[in-house]
């Protein structure tokens, strides 16, 4: 079975700091994604890779980088957080095709306070 | 650019009745479309897919969808729900754009259903 992880479940945070939330998947897929998901928005796309050292912008970048120095793992950076960052992030990975099939991570619930 | 829209946010119904969750897309070119489902604070998982070939497609937990190119819809149907589908759902469209082969998705607003006993 496909997995994707993300580093924490729920995270608590102070406006201004920095913010690293890590994914990691075990199928060698080439592309991975960064959304947010918020009540009424479904999801947003933030950022997208599609191979080691790649990336493109989402439809939301403002606030955010990424880094992917390895094919399996990709970070989402906020570089200074702001309170309506709060949200629920969601990693994804697939392979190449745009018939693929995304895998999601379970999430990770940010509060910037 | 691309849209989805689902037009009910929320569904109420009762267990082993019908339901369907309705989903619209726009788009002029031709475009695969995904019914992912998302259960209490989990991740999203796919339900089903449409490429090309049969518009009826059946997929886990005995969901189906039907692809209507000319109503531009791809609807979800179950014909008997359980309390264990009480999820919420997102159905997705391909987005060709972007570098490469990226397979990006543009989601709809979401569908929560509650099935009550």
């Known amino acids: 079975d496909v997995k994707v992880t993300q580093s924490s479940r729920y995270l608590v945070k102070r406006t201004g700091e920095k913010v690293f939330l890590e994914c990691v998947q075990d199928m060698d897929h080439e592309n991975m994604f960064w959304y947010r998901q918020d009540p009424g928005l479904g999801l947003r796309l933030i950022y997208f890779s599609y191979d080691v050292k790649m990336k493109e912008k989402g439809d939301i970048p403002e606030g955010y980088s990424v880094s992917r120095e390895k094919k399996e793992r990709f970070s989402l950076i906020l570089e200074s957080a702001s309170t309506n960052q709060t949200s629920m992030y969601l990693c994804a990975s697939s392979s190449s095709g745009v018939q693929e099939t995304q895998y999601f991570g379970p999430g990770t619930r940010l509060l910037v306070l | 650019a691309q849209s989805v829209t689902q037009l009910d946010s929320q569904v109420p119904v009762f267990e082993e009745a019908p339901v369907e969750l309705r989903c619209n897309y726009s788009?002029?070119?031709?475009?695969?479309l995904f019914w992912y489902v998302q259960y209490p604070n989990q991740g999203l998982q796919l339900l089903l897919k449409?490429?090309?070939?049969?518009?009826l497609v059946k997929g886990i937990n005995g969901f189906e969808a039907e692809f209507n190119k000319s109503q531009t819809s791809f609807h979800l149907r179950k014909p008997s729900v359980h309390i264990s589908d009480t999820a919420e759902y997102f159905c997705?469209?391909?987005?060709?754009?972007?570098?490469?082969?990226?397979?990006?998705?543009?989601f709809g607003q979401g569908t929560t259903l509650q099935v009550k006993p």
């Open positions: 997705a469209v391909s987005d060709p754009g972007g570098s490469g082969n990226t397979g990006k998705l543009i």
């Open positions: 449409y490429l090309s070939g049969s518009t």
């Open positions: 788009s002029s070119v031709s475009v695969y």
